[in-house]
């Protein structure tokens, strides 16, 4: 699934849709103060020796929020997510599609992160790059109310 999603979906995505641009540096992003979200991005890119790519950082951003590993399991319970939280779209809608079809050990997380995403306040509008200097601490208070 992670490779899926990286190496297949991602490159094709870059071509239908114009991604917006992520504004922060690595540099910048290792100069933010502890516990913010900035700081936390480049930390966990650092620990899972990926690169920081800047058509991608908003989804690397939802993980950290959303406290999903970047496993085959926690991409689609992302996905399940914002699937819950009101975000239909098709990597969306694939991702769930192929996670439930191939992963029926995960169908117990996939449903749990489904109904935090139901019972969450929509995020789907949020300014991601705007937020990358706040706290991760109170922005993850805000989705888990």
Request: proline share 6%; glycine share 6%.
């Amino acid at each position: 699934m992670v490779f899926l999603t990286h190496q297949l979906a991602l490159p094709i995505l870059k071509i239908i849709r114009k991604p917006e641009v992520f504004p922060y540096s690595r540099a910048q992003l290792h100069e933010m103060p502890e516990g913010t979200l900035g700081k936390d991005l480049i930390t966990m890119i650092d620990e899972n020796r990926f690169t920081l790519l800047t058509h991608y950082a908003r989804h690397d951003i939802k993980h950290i929020l959303l406290g999903y590993p970047t496993t085959d399991e926690g991409e689609v319970s992302l996905q399940m997510f914002m699937l819950g939280n009101g975000h239909i779209s098709f990597p969306v809608l694939i991702t769930v599609l192929f996670g439930s079809i191939t992963m029926p050990e995960y169908w117990s997380s996939f449903r749990n992160a489904y109904r935090k995403g139901k019972k969450s306040p929509a995020i789907d509008g949020w300014n991601w790059f705007a937020i990358v200097p706040q706290h991760t601490h109170e922005l993850q208070k805000l989705i888990n109310q």
